[in-house]
C-alpha cells in the first residue's frame, strides 16, 4: 500500500511539474513579444507561478523516487503508520493551500481593479495572472486532497 501511495503522488505532483514548465514556456515567450502592458504583466505572472510550481513538484517528485527506489531495494523500515501519517500531512498541508489560494484569487481581484480604476494595465494584467493561477492551483489542490481523502485515509 506504501508504494501504491508513494507512487500515486508522484504522478499527481507531474501534473503540477507540467502545468509549471507550460507557464513558464509560455510566459517566457508571450512576456517578451506581449506589446500591451496588461498582458506583458499578465504572462510575467505565468512566468514566475510556473517557476515556483515546477520546483515545488519536481522537489516533490525526486523526494518520492526516493522512497520508491527504497521501497523497491528491500527497505521496507517505513511502516504503514510512516506513510498514513505522511498522507494526513499532506491532506492538512493541501487544505491550507486551498485557503490560501482562495486568498490568491482574493488579492488578483483586488488588483485587477485597483489597476482598472487608476488606469494601470500593468497592475490590472497582474492581478488578472494571480487570478488564473489561484484558480488552478485552487482546483488541483482541492482535487488532490479529496483524492488522497477518499483514497488513501477513509479505508
Known amino acids: ?75 521496507t523500515s517505513g511502516r504503514t503508520e510512516t506513510w498514513l501519517k505522511e498522507a494526513k500531512t499532506i491532506f492538512l498541508v493541501l487544505a491550507v493551500n486551498v485557503c490560501l489560494d482562495l486568498g490568491y484569487m482574493l488579492a488578483g481581484e483586488w488588483f485587477r481593479r485597483k489597476g482598472h480604476a487608476s488606469g494601470k494595465p500593468d497592475q490590472a494584467g497582474m492581478g488578472f495572472g494571480f487570478i488564473m493561477q489561484g484558480l488552478f492551483l485552487f482546483l488541483f489542490d482541492t482535487w488532490l486532497s479529496l483524492e488522497i481523502k477518499r483514497r488513501w485515509l477513509e479505508k
Open 1 to 75: 500500500m506504501q508504494d501504491k501511495f508513494y507512487r500515486y503522488v508522484h504522478h499527481r505532483m507531474g501534473l503540477l511539474l507540467a502545468w509549471g514548465t507550460l507557464n513558464v514556456a509560455v510566459g517566457s515567450l508571450l512576456s517578451l513579444l506581449s506589446r500591451d502592458k496588461y498582458w506583458k504583466h499578465f504572462w510575467l505572472q505565468c512566468l514566475g507561478w510556473g517557476g515556483v510550481d515546477a520546483l515545488l513538484a519536481g522537489f516533490s517528485r525526486r523526494g518520492y523516487r526516493r522512497k520508491l527506489a527504497r521501497l523497491a531495494g528491500g527497505n
